[in-house]
């Protein structure tokens, strides 16, 4: 974790990110039990696998969201504009 900020997400994106994040638990525990499943058809695994993948890229983009609003808008006001840009040049190399 970052020792810059603390996560900055009002309560209805952090239950948001916390339900999606239950249901992508849900999501891999299903796969792993279809990987057992030799019946089950690889196209079927890839397609739960995909789900998986948008699911965390909800996520991904409303902690995004909540970083740009919390911390990037306001950088200017605070002196931190070099900073964020450095770390937001970071931050891109995983998105």
């Known amino acids: 974790m970052s020792t810059h900020e603390t996560l900055h997400l009002d309560p209805a994106a952090r239950e948001e990110a916390r339900r999606r994040l239950l249901s992508v638990k849900g999501h891999v525990e299903g796969v792993l039990r279809m990987l057992e499943d030799e019946s089950v058809y690889c196209v079927d695994v890839l397609k739960q696998l995909k789900a998986v993948d948008g699911a965390l890229k909800k996520v991904g983009a409303l902690v995004m969201r909540s970083h740009l609003t919390e911390h990037v808008v306001t950088a200017a ?8 840009v450095t770390e937001l040049m970071e931050l891109l190399k995983y998105r």
């Open 77 to 84: 006001q605070r002196g931190d504009a070099d900073r964020l």
